[in-house]
């Protein structure tokens, strides 16, 4: 048997659930001073990277687009700044919308207001003037925004907000958009309303929104049965083994077609986890599945699926203060290859890197993840390549190398 040693601390650390590790990290670039606050990567029309991000102009929060020039963001690129008021764009999400073109969503702490910014070019140097959605009718409006285009080509936009009375006791909302760059829309539907944080939101097969989320105890699961979420089905609780399982969740559509889930479990074990939905409202699912238990890792989980259908994610190690990506090597996650560290932190020095992570596949099969480094203030890009089969490589199951 080869590499005896080096088998016995893989299957240690690993459990059996081993494949070759394929992932390769390339160049890793720093963009541009950031406040700490949320970044969405995306492949724009041309090809080429873009990001939102929390940005830094008149020295305060502002949301800011960086547009790469080329793929690995090493030679530079265009900033704009779409808006520069006062505290501005710490929380956004960004998506394309049909015409390929990015829109926007993002909070304005001062006004307690939710905003809207639709790119009228491909880099965001042009765009319409920002639309405010929703303001201060709530005590506490907006956190955990998501945005993503309806079949209808018309945005959906998730977040929670307070109803008014009791800051504390959040409300999952989600309101949809009757035209295209927003300027036109319906009033938020209030889809739970008991204590919830932190929702993903994706639009499922049948073109009706699904959303994971956290009650504050358990990882729950929503299946809206409208094109706006007029309609909705009863939450479920997809994990409620221990506490705070869920707190920070990543939902996507498989292979299959179903929702799949990729979250944090914030328990005593503090793991990386992941559920596969067995149907379109995930009333029947697989059990979870422990993909990273290696110290205090899971968090600001972010998810893509490859082309032939298997989950990648980038995720913080808070451990090791570090940038993680995992890649799965079947559509529902029964196998996976090892962790990779992708951007090392450094816990002396307090050197923070990985948080608030998007993760992005690229037309050529590429990965590019966006996050913030916390000691340096700098938003940042990583590169990477992932291949489907690696002969190279040895493949392990049940602890012994396959031939």
Excluded at 313 to 334: E, M, N, P, R, V
Excluded at 362 to 377: H, I, M, P, R
Aim: overall charge negative; charged content about 15%; some cysteine.
């Amino acid at each position: 048997m080869k590499n005896l040693y080096l088998l016995t601390a893989l299957i240690l650390s690993y459990g059996t659930n081993l494949t070759a590790q394929n992932i390769t990290v390339g160049t890793i670039t720093t963009i541009e001073d950031a406040f700490d606050g949320d970044t969405t990567i995306l492949i724009a029309t041309d090809g080429m990277p873009i990001i939102s991000y929390n940005g830094t102009s008149n020295a305060s929060q502002s949301l800011n687009i960086y547009k790469c020039n080329n793929l690995q963001c090493t030679n530079g690129g265009v900033v704009t700044v779409l808006d520069s008021n006062p505290s501005v764009g710490s929380l956004n999400s960004m998506t394309l919308g049909m015409d390929g073109l990015p829109i926007i969503v993002y909070n304005d702490a001062i006004n307690h207001s939710i905003k809207v910014v639709k790119c009228t070019s491909v880099d965001c140097s042009s765009f319409i003037t920002p639309i405010t959605l929703q303001d201060n009718t709530d005590e506490f409006v907006g956190d955990s925004f998501n945005i993503v285009i309806g079949h209808d080509g018309n945005p959906v936009i998730s977040y929670f907000s307070s109803g008014g009375v009791d800051i504390l006791a959040l409300e999952l909302k989600v309101l949809s958009c009757t035209t295209p760059n927003c300027s036109a829309f319906n009033q938020p539907i209030t889809v739970y309303d008991q204590n919830t944080s932190n929702n993903s939101l994706a639009i499922g097969a049948d073109g009706n929104p699904v959303l994971s989320f956290f009650d504050g105890v358990d990882l729950r699961f929503i299946k809206c049965t409208s094109s706006t979420c007029s309609t909705f089905q009863d939450s479920i609780v997809l994990d409620n083994t221990g506490f705070f399982a869920g707190e920070n969740s990543s939902i996507a559509i498989g292979a299959s077609g179903n929702p799949i889930i990729s979250y944090y479990h914030n328990d005593s074990n503090d793991t990386l986890k992941f559920i596969n939905c067995l149907n379109t409202d995930c009333s029947q699912s697989s059990s979870s599945i422990v993909l990273d238990d290696i110290g205090d890792v899971g968090l600001f989980p972010s998810m893509v699926v490859d082309i032939n259908g298997n989950p990648i994610i980038s995720y913080f190690d808070f451990t090791s203060l570090s940038l993680k990506l995992i890649k799965c090597t079947s559509i529902d996650c029964s196998t996976f290859s090892p962790a990779i560290v992708a951007d090392q932190g450094d816990i002396a020095m307090l050197k923070w890197v990985g948080e608030n992570n998007s993760l992005v596949l690229g037309s050529n099969g590429n990965l590019f993840v966006s996050y913030f480094d916390k000691f340096n203030q700098k938003l940042k890009i990583l590169t990477a390549t992932h291949a489907s089969v690696d002969s190279e490589i040895p493949v392990f199951k049940n602890g012994f190398e396959q031939e």
